[in-house]
């Protein structure tokens, strides 16, 4: 595509996508527009031989140097010597006292072939203009505030989203700007938090006590030697915490069923090996995710527990089949996608009467065991799929 007709296109969408906003947000929205841009925002694991794909752009230099970008800076950055991303949504996140923030989200799929673009009957292919999310329980004709789902990547971002943290709803934050965080003031509404990039150590999770109404906390944990629980706030209303990327040590793991006595779901994930100085015991748990090289004993099966998935790629035979061992026999949801085990493990699993998913994909489980495991249990489902 040339690049001038590329250009047209895209002032001709933002503009679009600008307008149809003003129709639903509260606030006024300038004619002066800046961009942030997501790169590599699909997923490319079939693309054509005809398309360039260009890896580098998920680099964390690269996310974090294209979130404030005019429009020239955008289509320098998307026309590559004839090749433009295949699609690329444009939509309305955040204002300025003198800007409208749009968020460009582009394929990672660059093609030259117009005849591969997306939203060629609009006229204005590869781009695609979007309204703004509704809230939750939207109500026709009810205009909103745009910062009801907030999304940071700058220290003034998060000045201007905490102007209006009484609107705010959902908050992301990105990048090692926001190392050492500290809010202001409180968010009442906040129900959703959501970290990327940002390190935990030393006493972070101190924000949350300016979160009351936090019910879900999901993490990507920046670079750091210690997660420490120790310090984290009373926060009874959250009920799913996700932690990514965790270090290879966690402080006062203890405190986290007294600071989350409700939780229900928990997702810990990291390619390290994790160890802490304490028994992380959660009475309330429903739903547990491990995706850690190994199993971390420092872990225990809560009573509640429903529904465990484990991805331990290095793990053994015996250190599964002992956490299996302190499951309670109600489970009825087990995925070991991606854990060498062996057939031995289905033994384990026959006091579990209510089970009835199973996951085996990637295992040394073989069909013909399964397939034997699962006759025994009427209803019982499982991947791989007995019948190919």
């Known amino acids: 595509m040339d690049r001038s007709i590329f250009a047209q296109h895209f002032l001709s969408a933002a503009q679009v996508a600008r307008n149809f906003a003003r129709k639903f947000l509260e606030e006024q929205l300038p004619d002066e527009m800046i961009f942030r841009v997501h790169l590599n925002s699909s997923y490319d694991g079939h693309a054509a031989s005809d398309v360039k794909l260009f890896p580098g752009d998920s680099s964390d230099e690269r996310t974090l140097t294209s979130k404030q970008l005019d429009s020239e800076g955008v289509v320098t950055l998307l026309w590559r010597g004839g090749f433009v991303p295949e699609w690329v949504d444009l939509m309305v996140v955040g204002v300025t006292k003198s800007e409208t923030i749009l968020d ?24 695609s203009p979007k309204g703004p999310f509704l809230p939750v329980n939207h109500v026709d004709g009810v205009r909103f505030s745009v910062y009801e789902r907030s999304s940071c990547w700058s220290a003034e971002d998060l000045t201007l989203t905490e102007r209006s943290a009484s609107k705010v709803w959902s908050l992301q934050l990105h990048g090692p700007t926001f190392d050492g965080l500290v809010l202001s003031v409180t968010f009442p509404r906040l129900e959703i938090f959501e970290l990327y990039g ?40 959250l009920q799913t915490l996700t932690l990514r990327n965790l270090p290879s040590m966690v402080s006062g793991a203890s405190r986290l069923a007294v600071a989350a006595p409700l939780l229900k779901q928990l997702i ?77 493990v289905l033994a384990d699993l026959a006091r579990f009467s209510k089970l009835t998913y199973l996951d085996a994909v990637d295992t040394r489980i073989t069909k013909d065991a399964l397939r034997r495991f699962a006759e025994q249990r009427p209803g019982f489902k499982c991947w791989p799929n007995l019948k190919v």
């Open 268 to 344: 810990l994930a990291g390619d390290n090996l994790v160890d802490a100085d304490g028994a992380l015991r959660l009475p309330a748990l429903d739903h547990l995710t491990v995706e850690l090289p190994t199993v971390p004993r420092w872990i225990e099966m809560p009573a509640s527990l429903n529904w465990l998935s484990l991805r331990l790629p290095e793990a053994t035979d015996a250190a599964v089949r002992s956490m299996l061992a302190s499951c309670p026999e109600h489970l009825g949801s087990l995925g070991l996608r991606g854990t060498p085990v062996s057939d031995a």
């Open 104 to 127: 460009v989200v582009s394929c990672g799929r660059f093609a030259e072939d117009e005849q591969r673009l997306y939203y060629a009957q609009t006229g204005i292919a590869p781009f």
């Open 198 to 237: 940002v390190r935990l150590d030393g006493h972070a999770l101190g924000a949350l006590e300016h979160m009351p109404k936090l019910r879900h906390l999901r993490a990507t944990i920046g670079a750091c030697p210690n997660l420490d629980l120790s310090a984290m706030p009373p926060t009874p209303h």
